[in-house]
């Protein structure tokens, strides 16, 4: 059983578009994430949700909105895409938000904008 | 000045061989510390966490200097296995929102 899953695993897609990454974790955790990893391999924090109530927003451009439709799915959702979106985007999952726990990541979404 | 910052490398290393690298971070309220393990196309997955006392898991063994703002990695006998990137997580705030990954070092292990 794949504990954080995420689908597309891969998706390539033309400026302006729109699209969506969905996640799902079944560790029954109460905090999720959207990680960001550009081609520099520098992993950065996007979003967090703890328990259905969005804690912290990093400094993400606004056409990124995370939608949480329950404690176990956090999807991702980008409007009118960029070149510079592109990169892999990492799911996560913790018990806890402190910031000690174990993060579970999902295996990816490698996003290429054309 | 970066968080969190480790030398990228690689590091070409033979099999058998004792391999150590180090994290420098800037926050010297940071409380928590890990080590992830991070393989190529693949999710980062945690190696082992960082305690003050230092701490070991088998060929693995980790320890945190305060005094100097590191947390260093060792590897003994390293396998081929062993070959991936090594990523360097200190929590520098209260909560997740703390977490600052490093860039990650990247080890090869030659046969």
């Known amino acids: 059983d794949t504990a954080v899953s995420q689908t597309p695993k891969y998706l390539v897609t033309q400026m302006g578009n729109d699209k969506s990454i969905k996640c799902e974790q079944n560790l029954g955790h109460d905090t999720m994430y959207w990680y960001k990893q550009d081609s520099k391999k520098f992993l950065k924090i996007m979003f967090s949700y703890n328990n259905k109530e969005l804690i912290i927003n990093e400094t993400v451009p606004n056409r990124f909105s995370p939608k949480s439709p329950d404690k176990a799915h956090l999807n991702l959702h980008i409007n009118s895409l960029e070149l510079g979106d592109s990169a892999v985007y990492f799911c996560a999952s913790s018990q806890v938000f402190t910031g000690h726990g174990e993060l579970f990541f999902g295996e990816g979404s490698r996003l290429t904008v054309l | 000045r970066k968080e969190v910052e480790q030398d990228p490398g690689p590091f070409n290393v033979p099999e058998g061989a004792t391999v150590a690298f180090n994290c420098t971070y800037s926050?010297?309220?940071?409380?928590?510390f890990f080590w992830y393990r991070q393989d190529c196309r693949k999710e980062p997955k945690l190696l082992m966490s960082?305690?003050?006392s230092g701490n070991e898991d088998g060929r693995f063994t980790a320890q945190l200097n305060r005094a100097s703002q590191y947390i260093s990695l060792l590897i003994r006998d390293s396998k081929l296995s062993d070959s991936a990137t090594y990523l360097c997580v200190a929590n520098t705030g209260g909560g997740a929102d703390g977490l600052t990954f490093g860039k990650g070092t990247h080890l090869i292990i030659q046969p």
């Open positions: 960082v305690y003050s």
């Open positions: 926050n010297s309220a940071s409380q928590s």
